[in-house]
């Protein structure tokens, strides 16, 4: 009971300071277009692949262009490490390599801009060649100031199995930092 009181009270501060603490991004416009750069902590699960599947954390690159308040184009590098399955006799683990382009579709209200996702790819695991890959998911991003933003994703990959191959459909839950560069227009010099 103490944990759920301490671990309650220390999320209930972090949640009303927030706002407090970010600036003010009314000075700009944070859907406005501009290049970014991000990085995401990542859990992934194996949902839909062999009995015996297990759980992994990971990591999240990607940058690209946010062309206008309602579209960007991102490039992103997955690594989710040492899922798969476990029995011994298949395999031990695996740690692909996802390298994707991928879409968003915002509709900004203020500091938050939900999304959609879709994007292809590739699927490189460690014991077998790469293959062809679909994602589809969304997010929530969180302006804390005007060029710096952190946001919660979920995403659904798809990796193309080939026939006797095992299915590695997963989920990944991912919090991060995203940085976007914006210029000086003409009307700010």
């Known amino acids: ?8 009270s220390a999320a209930l501060v972090f949640l009303v300071t927030l706002p407090a603490v970010a600036q003010d991004s009314d000075s700009a416009d944070t859907a406005a277009p501009g290049f970014f750069v991000g990085m995401d902590a990542s859990y992934t699960h194996d949902f839909a692949g062999p009995e015996g599947a297990k759980k992994a954390g990971g990591f999240t690159l990607r940058a690209g262009y946010r062309a206008s308040r309602f579209f960007a184009l991102e490039g992103q590098f997955e690594n989710p490490t040492g899922f798969g399955e ?3 006799s298949r395999l031990e683990s695996v740690d692909p390599l996802v390298f994707s382009v991928n879409a968003r579709g915002y509709l900004p209200f203020g500091d938050f801009h939900p999304y959609a996702l879709v994007g292809g790819g590739l699927w490189s695991p460690s014991f077998m060649d790469s293959r062809g890959l679909l994602k589809v998911g969304g997010g929530l ?9 952190t946001g ?5 990959s798809l990796p193309f199995a080939g ?15 995203q940085y976007t560069f914006r210029f000086a227009g003409e009307n700010d010099l």
């Open 152 to 156: 919660l994703n979920i995403i659904y």
């Open 163 to 177: 026939s006797g191959e095992p299915d590695f459909d997963y989920l990944s839950v991912g919090w991060g930092l």
């Open 1 to 8: 009971m103490r944990r759920w009181l301490s671990g309650g």
């Open 141 to 149: 991003d969180y302006w804390l100031t005007d060029n710096l933003s």
């Open 86 to 88: 476990v029995d011994g």
